[in-house]
């Protein structure tokens, strides 16, 4: 049974950072994409950052881009997310998400297989 945990979220004022980290356990990151997306209160989640575990190519949203970045450590099974230069309209649920394919064309798919059940950002002014 994959089980995927996430911890690292807090309250944090604008300018600092947090780290956000996604154990997962009964899944192994071979060939797959991994990501963090976010929902905001009565929003549809959406995407924030991918990487495929094959070639660790990246994506991230444009609102983020610059400012967060994902990593991978494989022999510990755990996705990363380092956010720096945190804003205020950072603050959302995030979730980490696992077991999504690999196109050559178009990179990660946003068919991910394995969801956490999410960890609060907030993110005061």
């Known amino acids: 049974q994959v089980q995927l945990v996430e911890s690292g979220g807090g309250s944090v004022q604008a300018g600092g950072s947090l780290r956000l980290s996604c154990a997962a356990s009964?899944?192994?990151?071979?060939?797959?994409?991994m990501g963090w997306f976010r929902q905001y209160p009565g929003k549809e989640r959406e995407g924030v950052a991918t990487?495929?575990?094959?070639?660790?190519?990246?994506y991230y949203a444009t609102s983020v881009k610059g400012r967060f970045t994902i990593s991978q450590d494989n022999a510990k099974n755990t996705l990363y997310l380092q956010m720096n230069s945190l804003k205020p309209e950072d603050t959302a649920m995030y979730y980490c998400?696992?077991?999504?394919?690999?196109?050559?064309?178009?990179?990660?798919?946003?068919?991910?297989?394995?969801w956490g059940q999410g960890t609060q950002v907030t993110v005061s002014s």
């Open positions: 998400a696992a077991g999504g394919s690999w196109s050559v064309v178009g990179g990660c798919r946003i068919d991910f297989v394995y």
């Open positions: 009964g899944y192994t990151n071979s060939g797959y994409c």
């Open positions: 990487i495929w575990s094959a070639g660790g190519n990246t």
